[in-house]
């Protein structure tokens, strides 16, 4: 079964935009320009304070971790490579 690319061009895409914004929140909060911040995701709304930079920077690895995997899933991204030991 093909991977409809377009599809996940189009996930990428907003993936990117949300790391974008979760970055510039995680950058105010750290550098003490806001005291919180509200994102608002269309299903849920979540506030995040100052005290949670260390979650947010959490979410934001995570993030970056799901788009790794889905470049690697389109053509030219490199693939993904399962390795075990061959005792």
């Known amino acids: 079964m093909a991977i409809d690319c377009s ?3 189009q996930k990428i895409t907003d993936l ?3 790391i974008d914004e979760y970055e510039a929140a995680s950058l105010a909060l750290a550098t003490n320009k806001i005291q919180q911040f ?3 995701t269309g299903q849920t709304t979540e ?3 100052s005290m ?3 979650k947010l920077d959490a979410v934001i690895d995570s993030l970056y971790n799901r788009l790794a995997v889905m470049c ?3 053509p ?3 693939g993904v490579i399962i390795a075990r ?3």
Request: glycine residues 12%.
């Open 7 to 9: 599809y996940l061009q």
């Open 16 to 18: 990117k935009a949300l």
């Open 38 to 40: 509200t994102f608002d």
């Open 47 to 49: 506030t995040v304070k």
């Open 52 to 54: 949670d930079v260390d």
């Open 72 to 74: 690697a899933r389109c």
């Open 76 to 78: 030219g991204g490199g």
């Open 85 to 87: 030991p061959a005792w």
